[in-house]
């Protein structure tokens, strides 16, 4: 694990690694939204434009169920206040993606309207490695 990195907590069962982390600049930006809009999350899911781009919303203004893996869970607080973050993939895109390590990143530019960070003039993007499996 890249210790630059803030690496989400294990959510899948019978795994003990993390599937995602959020670069430095990513988690800065991250707080900066939180203290704007409050708890939030971010969903992948595997679809055009856009939505191939992780999506950062409200907590709770993206409803996610069956069709969705819950793949890690952030503490943004840097030792204060709690700030969980959920990272959530479509099942489909999962299926697809679930031989990788996943570091979310920000990037100068214009994302999707949806997400909360657009306004920012920046958007977040995936970055992918394959996993080194534990044997």
């Known amino acids: 694990m890249a210790p630059d990195r803030l690496h989400a907590a294990v959510t899948l069962p019978g795994e003990d ?3 995602v982390a959020l670069t430095p600049e990513a988690a800065d930006l991250l707080r900066s939204l ?3 809009h409050g ?3 971010f969903h ?3 679809g055009c434009c856009d939505g191939s781009s992780p999506m950062c919303y ?3 203004d993206f409803l996610t169920g069956d069709s969705d893996v819950l793949l890690g869970l952030f503490d943004l607080s840097a030792g204060l206040e709690p700030q969980p973050l959920e990272f959530w993939m479509s099942r489909e895109q999962f299926n697809y993606w679930s031989h990788t390590h996943l570091t979310v990143d920000v990037v100068n530019g214009r ?3 949806f997400s909360v960070e657009a306004p920012e003039g920046k958007r977040f993007l995936i970055r992918s490695t394959l996993m080194d ?3």
């Open 17 to 19: 690694f993390s599937r």
């Open 34 to 36: 939180w203290l704007r």
């Open 39 to 41: 708890p939030l999350m």
């Open 44 to 46: 992948q899911s595997g």
């Open 58 to 60: 409200p907590a709770g």
């Open 111 to 113: 994302g999707s309207g």
């Open 133 to 135: 499996w534990p044997t």
